[in-house]
């Protein structure tokens, strides 16, 4: 199991409803992709932390999966601060606001995306398409698919490692040559899991066959209706603001 898969299942959430916790978090996402937040963004925030204590989730791998989309997400808001015209780079109008507010939406639609892989596991979201009506074909493949990039992912840590153990880092130039040599052999690993993969889906029955017999949590109306309704506030006070102010 990868870190992440590991506090997906020791998530003090693991065992809710996947529901529940996709109305709330899900929600979100929706809420800073669609409607202005602007000031309400603080209060998404606030929903978060509170679902990472909660939930306790590990604050570090949190950090750390996040740090990625951050880099990608600042890269992405230079063309809203600066443009290239005949006269060198110029500052766009309104850009360094535009690029904050556009940071701040993604950074929290982002965390809230995250954090619903952080506390639920895999089996439990897949169980879950099915009951909601996903084609089970999609399902299995979609099962099988994270399965080969898992393994893939381990068997390029233990290869890195080896490498590591033989010398490989020792100096700019070994490490060069092994990390291509590991991408090389990792290509042709990935090619021969996918055909055996292939080969796999074209021998096996109906998907739905495979199912196995396994516990549902109980899905508690309450935490729903209460997240829907926190979720309708949250869009009516970043759409209409507070009913005092104007």
């Given at each position: 199991m990868n870190p992440l898969e590991r506090a997906a299942a020791r998530s003090a959430w693991a065992t809710r409803h996947v529901t529940e916790k996709a109305v709330l978090l899900l929600g979100l996402v929706v809420v800073c992709v669609a409607v202005p937040v602007g000031w309400v963004s603080c209060l998404i925030a606030a929903t978060l932390l509170w679902v990472v204590i909660a939930a306790n989730v590990p604050f570090r791998l949190l950090l750390a999966l996040l740090l990625a989309p951050m880099m990608f997400i600042l890269l992405s808001l230079v063309p809203l601060t600066v443009v290239i015209s005949p006269e060198g780079l110029v500052w766009?109008?309104?850009?360094?606001?535009?690029a904050v507010m556009v940071f701040i939406r993604s950074m929290l639609a982002t965390t809230a995306t995250i954090l619903f892989s952080l506390t639920t596991p895999m089996p439990e979201i897949f169980r879950w398409l099915r009951s909601?009506?996903?084609?089970?074909?999609?399902?299995?493949?979609?099962?099988?698919?994270?399965?080969?990039?898992?393994?893939?992912?381990?068997?390029?840590?233990?290869?890195?490692?080896?490498?590591?153990m033989r010398?490989?880092?020792?100096?700019?130039?070994?490490?060069?040559?092994?990390?291509?040599d590991q991408a090389a052999s990792l290509f042709v690993h990935a090619f021969s899991r996918a055909r055996r993969l292939q080969e796999g889906l074209e021998l096996r029955a109906e998907a739905g066959s495979m199912l196995v017999l396994s516990h549902t949590p109980t899905l508690r109306k309450s935490f729903v209706v209460g997240s829907?309704?926190?979720?309708?506030?949250?869009?009516?006070?970043a759409v209409r603001g507070l009913p005092w102010v104007h």
């Amino acid at each position: 199991m990868n870190p992440l898969e590991r506090a997906a299942a020791r998530s003090a959430w693991a065992t809710r409803h996947v529901t529940e916790k996709a109305v709330l978090l899900l929600g979100l996402v929706v809420v800073c992709v669609a409607v202005p937040v602007g000031w309400v963004s603080c209060l998404i925030a606030a929903t978060l932390l509170w679902v990472v204590i909660a939930a306790n989730v590990p604050f570090r791998l949190l950090l750390a999966l996040l740090l990625a989309p951050m880099m990608f997400i600042l890269l992405s808001l230079v063309p809203l601060t600066v443009v290239i015209s005949p006269e060198g780079l110029v500052w766009v109008p309104d850009g360094p606001s535009t690029a904050v507010m556009v940071f701040i939406r993604s950074m929290l639609a982002t965390t809230a995306t995250i954090l619903f892989s952080l506390t639920t596991p895999m089996p439990e979201i897949f169980r879950w398409l099915r009951s909601i009506g996903v084609p089970q074909y999609l399902v299995h493949v979609l099962s099988l698919t994270y399965t080969m990039t898992s393994t893939l992912l381990t068997t390029a840590r233990t290869m890195w490692e080896s490498q590591a153990m033989r010398l490989g880092h020792s100096n700019r130039r070994r490490w060069i040559r092994s990390l291509a040599d590991q991408a090389a052999s990792l290509f042709v690993h990935a090619f021969s899991r996918a055909r055996r993969l292939q080969e796999g889906l074209e021998l096996r029955a109906e998907a739905g066959s495979m199912l196995v017999l396994s516990h549902t949590p109980t899905l508690r109306k309450s935490f729903v209706v209460g997240s829907v309704a926190w979720l309708g506030l949250l869009t009516a006070l970043a759409v209409r603001g507070l009913p005092w102010v104007h």
